[in-house]
């Protein structure tokens, strides 16, 4: 199952590295998301590296997703990668605060990738992260 995961993360990173401009006036890379700390995470500090956005959720039924986030992490950072978990309420299974989420991650899996404020992934108040995604390879 973790080679699957892996294998099927890795596709879609090439997919979106290769893809970084294309219908929308917006690159990719023009686009900001405000982090758990409140920083403001500029895409286009990540030009020339892999990009792994994942949307999250500390009640999902696959929130044990994070430990291989955390593995891939620290597996590929050097040679270039960036995890980026963006934890969402869009689905009713997050915590209420960004600071729950963040000590969440903290506590039960070490997470040290960058995470973004609890953020709208689907729908009218999706981030524009997410609205690009689906103007642009989404049906």
């Known amino acids: 199952m973790k080679r699957l995961i892996i294998i099927s993360i890795t596709i879609i990173m090439f997919f979106f590295k290769s893809s970084a401009m294309s219908n929308n006036q917006k690159s990719f890379y023009d686009l900001e998301i405000e982090s758990i700390n409140g920083e403001i995470i500029k895409l286009k500090d990540y030009r020339d590296k892999v990009i792994l956005i994942v949307n999250t959720a500390s009640y999902c039924g696959f929130t044990k997703q994070y430990e291989d986030l955390q593995e891939l992490w620290d597996k590929y950072k050097s040679k270039g990668l ?19 989420v963040k000590e969440f991650c903290e506590v039960n899996f070490d997470i040290n990738f960058p995470l973004t404020t609890i953020t709208e992934v689907k729908g009218r108040n999706a981030h524009e992260i997410f609205k690009w995604a689906q103007n642009n390879f989404g049906k």
């Open 82 to 100: 960036i995890v980026l978990g963006v934890p969402s309420d869009s689905f009713n299974q997050e915590k209420k605060t960004n600071s729950e």
